[in-house]
């Protein structure tokens, strides 16, 4: 067997065997939540989670001077996001042109160490979608050419969920107890949908990225509202029947209270 031979099929067996092995990460995020369930009543007014842990590092992780950087991400489910241009025609302000974005999350908020642009490049900020300057982007956007794709629906679209506090970029918010330990508060508005959401912690040196991990939170409606969501949900027909109902007698009380002798 030549050498070259033999070199091929070291390389081979090498590459396969590194398949199977799980990649090692030097560097890692262990992270929780204080609450993994936000139950909404009649009378929620919103909330508060509060994301916590440390950054573990192997014996054998060489020591850098750039110091750790990290964002938190809670980010629910993406939704059709529309956005419309009003004209005056004759004197009256009527809706017509429009624009659709099938990839807007409904909820998104962060909380990071520091300015994002400071963290990591525009390019893998894109890529991760890392802050809502970078959210309901065309495929083919070019983080160096942002000005060339300006679009003035998405920057309507994207004030209008931060005026509702559903998009929230709050940079520099994250607290480092010592070197490894950490913590952020990420407020929960009181028109948050049920549903699970999605909350990432991203850990950066240097500009790189070093590790991620993700744990679900749940918002969940509880008391009387659980139950008339889950009759909705679940029993569309007898819903409907007990809303009749209600409203019939509803009306038949009214007159009897407000009858003329």
Not at 53 to 75: A, F, K, M, N
Not at 126 to 132: P, V, Y
Not at 149 to 164: C, S, W
Not at 167 to 173: A, G, H, I, L
Request: charged fraction near 20%; aromatic fraction near 10%; include cysteine.
């Amino acid at each position: 067997m030549t050498p070259a031979r033999l070199v091929s099929l070291l390389s081979s067996l090498l590459l396969s065997l590194g398949l199977f092995i799980p990649a090692a990460h030097s560097e890692r995020i262990v992270a929780d939540l204080s609450d993994r369930v936000i139950k909404i009543s009649s009378n929620f007014t919103g909330s508060e989670i509060v994301v916590f842990g440390t950054i573990e590092r192997d014996q054998s992780t060489v020591s850098r001077g750039d110091p750790y950087d990290l964002v938190v991400i809670v980010r629910g489910w993406d939704q059709t996001l529309v956005s419309r241009r009003k004209d005056r025609t004759f004197g009256i302000w009527i809706n017509k042109e429009r624009k659709l974005y099938n990839n807007a999350p409904n909820f998104y908020a962060l909380s990071s160490t520091r300015k994002l642009s400071d963290i990591a490049h525009p390019t893998l900020l894109t890529k991760l979608q890392i802050g809502t300057q970078y959210l309901l982007l065309p495929p083919d956007f070019n983080p160096q050419d942002r000005f060339a794709t300006y679009d003035p629906f998405r920057v309507a679209a994207l004030r209008k969920m931060r005026e509702k506090g559903l998009y929230t970029d709050d940079q520099s918010s994250i607290t480092f107890l010592s070197k490894i330990l950490f913590r952020s508060t990420i407020p929960i508005p009181a028109d948050v949908e049920v549903g699970g959401y999605d909350v990432t912690v991203h850990l950066f040196r240097g500009g790189a990225l070093l590790h991620t991990e993700t744990q679900t939170l749940h918002v969940a409606k509880t008391g009387f509202e659980q139950h008339a969501f889950t009759l909705a949900r679940d029993h569309a027909f007898f819903y409907g029947l007990a809303c009749v109902l209600i409203a019939l007698f509803t009306g038949w009380m009214t007159g009897v209270v407000f009858r003329k002798n």
